[in-house]
T-cell receptor, first 114, second 111 residues
């Protein structure tokens, strides 16, 4: 149990659907991250939030829309996705973004886009 | 660009033997490294970290060695057990949250 939870664990959606991924951390951290993990590729950083403020958008297409209402919760809103967006989406948290602290990951949401 | 890579995509080890998983990095400014373990269907799990002012750090059954001269680090697992079967990857950072992640080595433990 890493203290970072994600729901749903699995999601299948059509290209015209709208869905949201949820992440919650119980570690008292101030920084939260969204990563994409595709087969045989390194983790790709998507978004970074520090104290609820977005500090990084790593050239992510606008069909992915993050939301961070507070330091404990992070959402990733999905709409009009493409089949190549199918991947494992991982949420992570760390104490802050200013130091190279360990990032703790959730279990991920396995997304399949049909 | 910067890279962090693992030397072997797959490593098979007999149960009870020691495992050594290697990682090379390209950015000499990298000053913090983490090893993660990822089991099937799960997120990456922190194993051990090391900062650049150290060349060795030990945990429970695991040791990380850092050689800054050749920009190489390794993860050693003592007395490998079936529960150690997973993908292991390293990540390197230089002063911020932006890590460069490796692609991973799949460790298979043979009974």
């Amino acid at each position: 149990e890493t203290g970072v939870t994600q729901t749903p664990r699995h999601l299948v959606m059509g290209m015209t659907n709208k869905k949201s991924l949820k992440c919650e951390q119980h570690l008292g951290h101030n920084a939260m991250y969204w990563y994409k993990q595709s087969a045989k590729k390194p983790l790709e950083l998507m978004f970074v939030y520090n104290f609820k403020e977005q500090t990084e958008n790593n050239s992510v297409p606008s069909r992915f829309s993050p939301e961070c209402p507070n330091s404990s919760h992070l959402f990733l809103h999905l709409h009009t996705l493409q089949p190549e967006d199918s991947a494992l989406y991982l949420c992570a948290s760390s104490p802050r973004t200013s130091d190279p602290d360990t990032q703790y990951f959730g279990p991920g949401t396995r997304l399949t886009v049909l | 660009g910067e890279s962090v890579g693992l030397h072997l995509p797959t490593l098979s080890v007999q149960e009870g033997d020691n495992s050594i998983i290697n990682c090379a990095y390209s950015n000499s400014a990298s000053d913090y490294f983490i090893w993660y373990k990822q089991e099937s269907g799960k997120g990456p799990q922190f194993i051990i970290d090391i900062r650049s002012n150290m060349d060795k750090r030990q945990g429970q059954r695991v040791t990380v060695l850092l050689n800054k001269t050749v920009k190489h680090l390794s993860l050693q697992i003592a007395a490998t057990q079936p529960g150690d079967s997973a993908v292991y990857f390293c990540a390197g950072g230089s002063g911020t949250y932006k890590y460069i992640f490796g692609t991973g080595t799949r460790l298979k433990v043979l009974a």
